[in-house]
């Protein structure tokens, strides 16, 4: 198994350049590193193979959960908008048909007044 020693060795491993965003990498993204006495008491960062490729690993099944979330909140979106157009539309038809009969009843007054005038 390989070890890492030093920020420079680490953040290279994990694809960054710059080893002054190690300790930054560490509280935001959780990458799994922490300081340890090395060879002549020399104080370093310290990653394993086993300990970043089971971040990567976890990274990874966090990023597709977040995916499928997204994806399922878009879907539900889109449904509660054909929900939304359903409801206005089945309102529209409603009035429309409302409408409709009030004319229809307003005609068929109209026809009946205007009968009665002309029996009289």
């Known amino acids: 198994m390989q070890h890492y020693w030093g920020a420079l060795a680490i ?8 080893t002054k965003r190690l300790p930054e990498l560490i509280k935001r993204l959780g990458v799994p590193a922490f300081l340890r006495k090395h060879a002549r008491k020399k104080t370093c960062y310290y990653a394993s193979e086993a300990m970043l490729l089971s971040w990567e690993l976890s990274r990874g099944r966090q ?4 995916l499928i979330a997204k994806q ?4 539900q979106a889109k449904a509660e908008q054909q929900q939304q157009r359903s409801r206005i539309l089945a309102v529209r038809q409603a009035q429309e048909q409302q409408d409709c009969m009030q004319a229809s009843h307003a005609s068929d007054a109209c026809k009946q007044e205007a009968s ?5």
Do not use: A, N, V
């Open 116 to 120: 009665k005038l002309l029996e009289t």
């Open 11 to 18: 953040c290279t491993r994990i694809g960054y350049t710059s």
């Open 72 to 75: 399922q909140r878009h879907d």
């Open 63 to 66: 990023y597709r959960e977040e």
